[in-house]
T-cell receptor, first 116, second 109 residues
Framework: SAVISQKPSRDICQRGTSLTIQCQVDSQVTMMFWYRQQPGQSLTLIAT?????????ESGFVIDKFPISRPNLTFSTLTVSNMSPEDSSIYLC?????????????FGPGTRLTVT | GQNIDQPTEMTATEGAIVQINCTYQTSGFNGLFWYQQHAGEAPTFLSY??LDGLEEKGRFSSFLSRSKGYSYLLLKELQMKDSASYLC??????????WGAGTKLIIKP
């Protein structure tokens, strides 16, 4: 199994500012994902982070608001730009366990973001 | 549209058995996953079913019926540490996971 770390673990930010969340994996992985989870809600996929190319965003999420970097196979960042209180959530990165498209995912510990 | 339904909350007694149901409607099917998520922590993988039938893994078992769009997670010999949310997630034809809202399981002594 992959070991995933995220930084920061939590932050309180002011409206209008931006926060970059880092995700580090202890092994090279092909598929990395960024999710958002509101308290008591299901996971919502923001985007798939692709190494060497632009991230693939899900409906309702755009690159200007959530720019993603994937410089190599062990690291990715998600930036939450021009934050508003509606962006308060837990942000999780995950990786696919194997090369198969149907692999289970391992999750990082999450970043708890509060926007005031 | 795509949809995953599971109960919001369940309560069970320590030592007992509990079954958490999940029904799904997705465009295509490439398997169903169950994850456990303790409060304030990340989800952890429990099981994966892609064929009909029961998969047993220790105290936890997962069942799938593709014709009925139905799965359940069975937890036996419940322990207090099993108190958590259990997330059902279905992988559609694009290999994208569609997540349920999770079932909060409360274990009472």
């Amino acid at each position: 199994s992959a070991v995933i770390s995220q930084k920061p673990s939590r932050d309180i930010c002011q409206r209008g500012t931006s926060l970059t969340i880092q995700c580090q994996v202890d092994s090279q992985v092909t598929m990395m994902f960024w999710y958002r989870q509101q308290p008591g809600q299901s996971l919502t996929l923001i985007a798939t982070a692709n190494q060497g190319s632009e991230a693939t965003y899900e409906s309702g999420f755009v690159i200007d608001k959530f720019p993603i970097s994937r410089p190599n196979l062990t690291f990715s960042t998600l930036t939450v730009s021009n934050m508003s209180p509606e962006d308060s959530s837990i942000y999780l990165c995950s990786v696919a366990a194997g090369e198969s498209d149907a692999s289970e995912q391992y999750f990082g510990p999450g970043t708890r973001l509060t926007v005031t | 549209g795509q949809n995953i339904d599971q109960p919001t909350e369940m309560t069970a007694t320590e030592g007992a058995i509990v079954q958490i149901n999940c029904t799904y409607q997705t465009s295509g099917f490439n398997g169903l996953f169950w994850y456990q998520q303790h409060a304030g922590e990340a989800p952890t993988f429990l099981s994966y079913n892609v064929l009909d039938g029961l998969e047993e893994k220790g105290r936890f078992s997962s069942f799938l019926s593709r014709s009925k769009g139905y799965s359940y997670l069975l937890l036996k010999e419940l322990q207090m540490k099993d108190s958590a949310s259990y997330l059902c997630a279905c992988m559609d034809s694009n290999y994208q996971l569609i997540w349920g809202a999770g079932t909060k399981l409360i274990i009472k002594p």
